[in-house]
Every structure is written in C-alpha cells, then in structure tokens.
C-alpha cells in the first residue's frame, strides 16, 4: 500500500478518563520503559514473580548469545503452563466464565467456566496418557474452532507434550509435511468442521495425510458434525468415548522453564516451512503480560480475539495470555461475513464484549460492504479495539476508530510475529497517543532499531530493516530440528541483531512504521506465505518450464499473488491451464496461496548470472510500470517489455 504522508501529522490524543483508569499511563510507560531496558534483569524478575506462579524459582534470568542462536530465561525455574492457566484461579474464579463459543451458526453458543474448563483437561490429559503420550512428545492438533480446542491445547501442557497446531485450512500434503517434520505421535481432529455455511472436511484430510506418516500411532476424533466418516478401529479413538472414561484429575508434569511447549509451522522466504519452537516460563510470562497491559484487560471483561487456533495469534492472545489472566475468552467458529456483514457486530453485542482484537483484511471487507451493517448494532460495551497481521491502511484504521468504536475506544495496531511469540510494538490504551497506521512505541524490555542493508543504524527517519537489540522473554528458541537454520535466518544478517525481515521507519518522536516484508515473504490477508513455496507448487505441473511469485496491493487482502508463468515450449496458456495450476497449488498447500492472477510469460526476467530479476517482477504486477529502477544487468531487455504487455493488473 503507498504511504500516506497526510496521515502522519494526524494524531488521536489519549482521552484523560481512559488514562485514568487503564493499567498504564503514559508516564509510566515512561518509566517502566527505561528500567526495562537500563535493568532487564530486575525488571523481568519482578514481572515473572507477580504474573506468574512457579513450583520452583529460577536461578538465572536470562542468558543469551545471538551468534548461536542461544536463548534462555528463568533457568532451572519449574511451573506448568495449565497449573497457571486454571488451577490457580480455581479459588477465587471457579464459576467464571473462562470460554465463550459463538457457532458458524448464530443460534448456537456453548459456555465452559474455569471449573468445566480444569476438569475437561485433566480427563483429555488422562486420555493422552492413555494413549501413551509422555513428556517430550509432539501432539499434532487439526482441529476446526470448536470450544474443546482450548482443553486439548492445556491438557498438552498438563503433561508436559508439546503440541504442534496446524490451521484448519491446510491440505492433506501440508499437514502430512508439518506431521513428519515434528515427528507427532497422535493427531487429535474432528470429524468435520463447520465455516460460513459450509461443512469442512476434517478427518478425511487428516487420513490422506497421515497415509503417509509412519509416526502418528493414534488419532482422536472428535465428534462435531457427527456426519459418518471413514474408520480405522486399530488407530481412531473417538475423543467422547475416550473422555467418559478418563479420571477427572491428573497431577501436573513441572516443566523446567526452557522446556518446549509448542511448535508452529510458518512460512519463510525460502524452503519449506519452519517449525518456530516455543519454551515454557517465558513464553507464558510474556503472553500474559502483553495480554494484561497492551489490551488493558480488566478482571471481568470479555476479551474476543478473532484468529484462529492455528496462528500465533489464536495460541498467545486467544489462550494462552487470556486464560493465564484469568481472563473470559470468546472463540468463535465463524466468518465475519455469514450470515452477513454484520455478524462480528451481532457477536459483539450478543457477548457485550470489551476488547476485539482483529485483522486489517477483515476490516477492510467489512468496511467494503458498506456501514448499513453496523446500523442495527450497538458496541457500546466495546472499550479497546486491537488490529494485528499486517500493516493497517489509514483508511481502514479510520473506519476502526470512527464507525466501528464510535470514537471511543483506542485502537492498538499490534505489530509482533511467530517468532517473537507476543507484541512488541504497540500503542498502550491508556498511554499512547495515536497516528493511524503506526505500531508506534516498543513494549516493556524491547529494543528496536532501524539498520540500512549495510548494517549500519539508521537513525534519520528513513526507511530501513527492522531488526531488535536484545531477547525478550517470549521470543522463539529454535527452529524443531535444525538449529543452524534458526542461526542463519535470524542472527547471521546483521550480527548482534534479531533480524525480523520487516522494513520500517522510526520518527521524530520514536514511533515506528512497518512498511512490509523486505524478503521474499508475501502477505495474503493476514497470512504468512512464501512464494518459492507457491512456485515448488506451480512447478510440479508438468507443462510449466518456470515461475516466479510475487505480491502485489489488494484492497481487501493487503497483498494478492501474481504468478508469472513459462511454459514449456509449444505450449499455450488459457483459462483451463490456469484452473489446473490454482488446483495443484491448493492441493499442495491451500486455498489460503492460491494465485488470484497468472500471467503466462515467454520467459522471466533476469541477469546476465541466470537470477530471476524479482523487483522488476513487483513492480510490473503493481501496475508501477514508469519506475522499474535500474534495468541495465538485465541480460534481454525484450523479455520486460512482452512483460510489460502482457500484464494483468492494470
Ligand atoms: C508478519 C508476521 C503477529 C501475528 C500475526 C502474523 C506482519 C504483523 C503487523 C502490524 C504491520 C504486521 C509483518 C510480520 N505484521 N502485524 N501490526 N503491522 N505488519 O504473524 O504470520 O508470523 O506474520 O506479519 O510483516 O513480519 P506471522
């Protein structure tokens, strides 16, 4: 999306009651600021005792060395994840509500209270062990968003197994890949799931894909639809049956703090997918802190955030951080867009629900659709409103602030990834003061900067790389299996730095702007693609000689992918061709990375060293054809030029 220079000076003070009440002013952000960053080591501790309780304290903080990727916090502290999410609020919130459920269909909606929620995972973690999952072992959960998701997650971390999420919408070879990569045991899913009005096949996948995964013993299934679906009694194991069975207690496993707890799969600019590895005390130190001040939750609010489990964003802010706050935390199935472009609204007021917490992508549509569908409906309970997965266009953060919070609720545009497993840039509710499309500040122990290609620190306000000085508690640990892939894609680029692969500018007054993916990572409605993954795809059709991907500016998506595509000599592209190649590359990988344009290509544009000239690539499917840069090492300047006419976003 282009910068929109006339937002910058824009800004949207911090209203004085919102101040008073929030959990944060702004001088406190000050202050708590600096002592984060001057005394690190101190400031965490007091966080991780406060927010956190342990069986055993830790003896060192923290610990790291960037040049081998080594990262470590609250050494040979012990606790476990599910102790901190349900057992200790037993006491004092066992009748609260720690789930709301919103169904694909309005006239369904479950509830689990804290209780419900601490017996339903010991039963599931009794059933685990029942099937011989011990501490250490990989879960793999696929799972549509059905309200048992959440005891399936803790009742891993009850026994100390380490889940591995794969979102719902991937395919059979996608989640065959993410199996055997994490080697998992078991694979918990349901039988189908349910999603704008339509019926998704789950275990259908899930038996394509484990067809060819020796290490999965057993699956578990849940019961959903309760449509039939095919049956293997050596290996399936239906969750309803299990459960009935299992003992309602189970004693947790004591974690050490540096022991996994997750693995989740995400797109990187080259190779297959990596399998981010999460540890224990840290990560839920930093979920739940990020949690309690960046949406200044309140004890008794309904918290909703709209991702889903198979993102960071469903693990930190929809589970993990809201729960270990004791927080009520609303899923929902659903899309906002069925029955209508109301839906998210009808949920809101439904639930009377405090802090949303959504994508760009998702506004964007709604917003689309026209504001007839926010007419009938309220908010008024709404108080906070949070935007996540890429850069927020002012226009869209506009109709946020103004249409959809009438004005009153602070929008906090959350910028953070897989990797670094909570927020890191954020405006505070009740301490920041906003610009439209600004991350703005860094949160407590974060330090930004701003590096040229060259390394050196930029600090003029010009646009750079954004990488960060120092590790914060919740950042990932590894990548499951290959370590020196963790060293060479975060830490070699620019020694001393976590290199997050975002470009972004810091103002005059120390607010940052993200401005996109600087390598070859695109960004498709809030989800992470990369396009040498959606090329292996492409290039397995056997009329394609070659291809290159890139993004280009989409009104709703962010970014839409453009394929440009050679064939094999002789051959002639049309629309059945092109059909085939959206099929494989959803086969592959899902529909999420299926191309929205293809552009049949005589040849690719390169150097005279054979390498595909990709900015020229950008800027010819961005329709930005007068400013191509330097064209000079093209080794045939024809090949642009058929490019140039033949191109599709015109
Ligand atoms: C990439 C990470 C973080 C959870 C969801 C996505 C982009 C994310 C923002 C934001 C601008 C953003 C970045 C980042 N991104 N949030 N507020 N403003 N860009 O997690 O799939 O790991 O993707 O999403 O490019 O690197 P992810």
Not at 130 to 143: E, F, N, S
Not at 591 to 620: E, H, N, Y
């Amino acid at each position: 999306m282009s910068s929109h220079h006339t937002y910058e000076h824009k800004t949207y003070p911090v209203k004085a009651e919102i101040a008073q009440n929030a959990h944060i002013n702004n001088e406190q952000y000050l202050a708590l600021y600096q002592q984060s960053i001057e005394h690190p080591e101190t400031f965490w501790a007091e966080q991780a005792e406060t927010i956190l309780d342990w069986q055993k304290p830790w003896e060192k903080v923290m610990d790291y060395d960037y040049t081998q990727g080594k990262i470590s916090w609250f050494e040979g502290g012990k606790l476990n994840v599910s102790v901190n999410c349900l057992d200790r609020h037993l006491a004092t919130r066992g009748e609260q509500m720690a789930l709301l459920w919103e169904g694909d269909d309005p006239a369904q909606d479950k509830k689990m209270t804290y209780r419900e929620l601490y017996q339903e995972v010991c039963q599931f973690a009794n059933v685990l062990k029942a099937q011989g999952v011990k501490k250490g072992d990989r879960v793999c959960i696929y799972l549509p968003m059905i309200i048992e998701a959440a005891a399936i997650i803790l009742a891993c971390t009850r026994i100390g197994a380490v889940h591995s999420i794969v979102f719902g919408g991937f395919s059979a070879e996608a989640l065959k890949d993410r199996i055997n990569d994490s080697d998992c045991k078991l694979v918990v899913c349901a039988d189908e799931g349910y999603r704008g009005g339509k019926i998704i096949p789950i275990k259908a996948t899930v038996d394509k894909a484990i067809a060819s995964c020796p290490c999965v013993q057993s699956v578990i299934v849940i019961k959903n639809t309760a449509n039939p679906v095919a049956w293997n009694a050596e290996r399936d194991v239906w969750y309803q049956q299990a459960m009935a069975e299992a003992a309602i207690t189970c004693e947790p496993e004591w974690m050490d703090a540096e022991e996994p707890l997750f693995i989740l799969y995400t797109s990187g600019s080259t190779g297959k997918p990596k399998g981010l590895l999460h540890t224990t005390g840290g990560y839920l130190l930093y979920a739940a802190m990020t949690h309690k001040y960046i949406f200044d939750y309140q004890d008794g609010e309904i918290y909703w955030c709209t991702a889903d489990i198979g993102w960071i964003t469903g693990h930190t802010y929809m589970i993990y951080g809201p729960l270990c706050n004791g927080a009520t935390t609303l899923l929902f199935e659903g899309v906002p867009t069925y029955p209508d472009a109301s839906r998210f609204w009808q949920v809101v007021d439904k639930h009377k629900v405090n802090i949303m917490y959504t994508a760009p992508t998702a506004l964007r549509a709604l917003m689309a659709q026209g504001d007839q569908y926010l007419e009938n409906t309220d908010r008024s309970s709404l108080r906070v409103l949070g935007s996540v997965g890429e850069p927020i266009n002012p226009e869209a953060w506009e109709w946020y602030y103004q249409q959809v919070g009438k004005e009153n609720c602070p929008i906090v545009d959350t910028w953070w990834q897989t990797e670094t497993g909570g927020i890191l840039i954020t405006p505070l509710p009740g301490a920041t003061e906003l610009k439209p499309s600004s991350a703005t500040r860094p949160f407590f122990g974060v330090k930004p900067a701003i590096l040229s290609n060259e390394g050196q620190v930029i600090d003029d306000g010009s646009e750079g790389v954004l990488v960060l000085e120092r590790p914060w508690p919740g950042q990932a640990r590894s990548i499951y299996g290959d370590h020196q892939r963790f060293i060479d894609t975060y830490f070699k680029s620019y020694p001393g730095y976590y290199f997050t692969g975002d470009g972004a500018r810091c103002d005059e007054r120390g607010y940052y702007w993200i401005t996109g993916r600087v390598d070859d990572v695109i960004n498709v409605s809030g989800h992470r693609m990369g396009t040498a993954e959606v090329e292996s795809a492409l290039d397995e059709h056997p009329l394609i000689a070659e291809s290159a991907v890139v993004g280009y500016p989409h009104d709703i998506k962010g970014q839409g992918i453009y394929a440009f595509v050679t064939l094999h000599i002789g051959i002639e592209g049309n629309d059945a061709l092109r059909k085939e190649l959206v099929d494989l590359v959803r086969a592959d990988i899902g529909p999420i990375a299926s191309p929205d344009l293809i552009q049949w290509a005589q040849q690719l544009p390169k150097t005279r060293s054979g390498k595909i000239m990709r900015r020229i690539l950008r800027k010819v499917a961005a329709n930005e054809i007068d400013s191509l840069g330097d064209t000079s090492t093209l080794a045939d300047p024809e090949v642009v030029e058929d490019i140039i006419k033949n191109r599709l976003n015109k």
